[in-house]
């Protein structure tokens, strides 16, 4: 059993900043990939941010220079620091994770979402 658990959402203004976790727990050997995604109403799901090692992070353009994404091993933890959010940063955020537990070498989860809202 694997469970990704993410939280740090909420209301903010523009301009305000949030700081997304994502922890899993479980059977888990090794976390080879963690990212985070949304999706606004209305629209498909879109990558945000995502990371393997601290030497292989992808950002969406929309979001480059103002989010930062980072994880700490030792608490199987991956976070989004969110910076000078806007209104088109609304959206459910979700993490997603490949790892390798006890009884398979590559297993992709998702977690359950948190909903960030940018509004005055």
């Known amino acids: 059993q694997v469970q990704v658990v993410e939280s740090g959402g909420g209301l903010v203004q523009p301009g305000g900043s949030l700081r997304l976790s994502c922890t899993v727990s479980?059977?888990?050997?090794?976390?080879?990939?963690m990212g985070w995604y949304r999706q606004a109403a209305g629209k498909q799901r879109e990558l945000v941010a995502s990371?393997?090692?601290?030497?292989?992070?992808n950002y969406a353009d929309s979001v480059k220079g103002r989010f930062t994404i980072s994880r700490d091993d030792a608490k199987n933890t991956v976070y989004l620091q969110m910076n000078s959010l806007k209104p088109e940063d609304t959206a459910a955020y979700y993490c997603?994770?490949?790892?390798?537990?006890?009884?398979?070498?590559?297993?992709?989860?998702w977690g359950q979402g948190t909903q960030v809202t940018v509004s005055s």
């Open positions: 990371m393997t090692t601290s030497s292989d992070i």
């Open positions: 997603n994770v490949d790892v390798k537990t006890l009884y398979s070498d590559h297993d992709v989860y």
């Open positions: 479980g059977f888990i050997r090794t976390v080879y990939y």
